[in-house]
């Protein structure tokens, strides 16, 4: 029988929840890394049990953690346990923590500015690591997208890291924003007909795409309006909150926006609205069922001010037309005094034959359906606050 | 030899449940302490320092002997009973968050 495992990434450890293909009984396994900061933890397409982690602190800052047992032991991938600490010239090792903007003349890009919260001019600073996204094929090579917004790629299965400089090097950069949580790249699609073509998502620049493998790039925001920014049709400078797609159609794309729920049908040459009877379109997650392309979920969020969920309810929306007609879903769901939010990587679903849908909360719930989302149980109830959670289906 | 006491997170990425000892060539400095440190164990390499600056995270602070080393110059001689491994390099992650 098929199972299932769920990666959850919290303010302080990361979890892993495992189930048979019933998704009834879960066993919790963690704190991983506890006490640190996991914005993501993310499965090999490739090899299920290779599993990356982004683990990270105000103090020590940016760590990167590796699996290859499915969860069971982790360790940096630049000093496995056992090996020489100093590598070849001597020097130690220790790279798979090293996030250094390309500057070189040859491949990299000079150290631009964006735009500060005061208007200022500010240079790129290396934060944290808010996405993994390994690649379809290779267990060894995975994309990150960081803080201050900018995408890092692996082929050495995370020991180092090396910048796609032409994303920063765009040129629009000084016209990119931080948003609440930092100027941070949340978002990485890969085409998995089209490895050339990948999709990112910046908080607060937009959605860019390259058709050339990562080496140019350029801005997808044709259709979007942000009311909240002095040119609200401008070509950068929206906060695009998630951005998701079925892998059969990767032409067609699904955003949440700051507000606004959205959708392209030409790779996001162009978007339209598609919030229709929302009872409000800010949010921050939004995900597409396994089976059903057009069948796509969101949590809407009270307001941009106030990031919980309206009325004190929390209803998952559910719309099977791929927009604008959107039905609650409740049952299960706290319906009286919830306040809780859903980050933007914190909803996943698993591809059994009923689907599996799974969202986790700043509350420390973990909430399952195994039935696409008509009926949620809680798996955990009690965690820290969710920040990120992905599924694996395995055999 | 040289006593180094990290904090509890590092020593976890570290592998180690107690002090550390360094053996440390040339003058005993901050800079040496921690290229030792490093050496010995590189997974800790860009959690005390900037990985291209080599500038202190600011939310780490350095002392020995009472004394707070912090803000000292990187080739800061350290104190002679840190050297002689009567007392610890102590580096101290800032009381901040939650």
Redesign the interface.
């Known amino acids: 029988m098929s199972k299932v495992r769920v990666l959850v990434g919290t303010r302080k450890g990361a979890f892993l929840l495992s189930s048979d293909g019933k998704r009834e009984k879960w066993e919790v396994s963690g704190p991983h890394f506890a006490g640190w900061e996991i914005y993501h933890v993310k499965g090999s397409p490739a090899d299920p049990n290779r599993l990356y982690a982004s683990q990270t602190s105000g103090w020590f800052g940016q760590v990167i953690q590796r699996s290859d047992d499915g969860g069971k032991t982790w360790f940096q991938p630049g000093t496995p346990p056992g090996e020489p600490t100093k590598g070849p010239d001597g020097m130690p090792k220790g790279e798979s923590n090293k996030f250094v903007y390309d500057t070189s003349a040859e491949t990299g890009k000079p150290l631009t500015t964006h735009q500060f919260y005061d208007g200022t001019q500010h240079p790129w600073e290396f934060k944290r690591v808010w996405h993994l996204e390994p690649s379809h094929s290779d267990p060894d090579t995975v994309l990150a997208g960081v803080e201050d917004a900018a995408l890092f790629r692996s082929t050495d299965g995370g020991v180092s890291w090396h910048e796609l400089a032409g994303l920063r090097g765009h040129g629009s950069g000084p016209r990119w924003h931080p948003g609440a949580g930092g100027m941070c790249l949340h978002t990485i699609i890969q085409d998995p007909k089209n490895p050339n073509r990948i999709y990112i998502a910046i908080s607060a620049a937009g959605a860019f795409r390259t058709d050339d493998g990562g080496k140019t790039w350029r801005p997808i925001n044709r259709g979007l309006k942000s009311q909240y920014i002095p040119d609200p049709e401008a070509e950068v400078g929206h906060c695009v909150h998630h951005v998701a797609f079925h892998p059969s159609r990767p032409d067609v794309l699904f955003m949440q926006k700051h507000w606004d729920v959205m959708r392209s049908d030409n790779a996001g040459d162009s978007w339209h609205e598609v919030s229709g009877n929302l009872p409000t379109d800010f949010g921050f997650v939004i995900d597409v069922h396994a089976h059903e392309p057009e069948t796509i979920y969101v949590v809407p969020i009270k307001s941009d001010g106030e990031h919980f969920v309206p009325d004190g309810k929390l209803r998952v929306f559910r719309s099977r037309t791929g927009g604008n007609e959107w039905e609650p879903l409740t049952k299960g769901l706290p319906q009286s005094n919830c306040y809780v939010n859903i980050l933007r990587d914190a909803m996943a679903v698993d591809s059994l034959d009923s689907c599996g849908v799974y969202f986790g909360t700043t509350g420390g719930q973990v909430y399952a359906s195994s039935d696409a989302g008509d009926s949620w149980t809680p798996i955990v109830r009690d965690l820290p606050a969710v920040l990120s959670v992905e599924v694996q289906t395995l055999p | 030899m040289i006593r180094v006491i990290l904090?509890?997170?590092?020593r976890t990425?570290a592998?180690v449940s107690g002090e550390v000892e360094l053996e440390v060539e040339g003058p005993a400095t901050l800079r040496s302490a921690l290229d030792a440190l490093?050496?010995?164990?590189?997974?800790?390499?860009?959690?005390?320092r900037?990985?291209?600056t080599q500038q202190r995270?600011p939310?780490?602070r350095f002392f020995a002997c009472s004394e707070d080393l912090s803000h000292e110059h990187a080739d800061f001689p350290l104190p002679d009973a840190v050297v002689a491994g009567d007392e610890p390099l102590l580096l101290v992650?800032?009381i901040?968050?939650g």
């Open positions: 904090p509890p997170h590092l990425l592998r490093e050496a010995s164990y590189p997974m800790l390499r860009g959690t005390i900037d990985h291209v995270r939310y780490l992650g800032a901040a968050g």
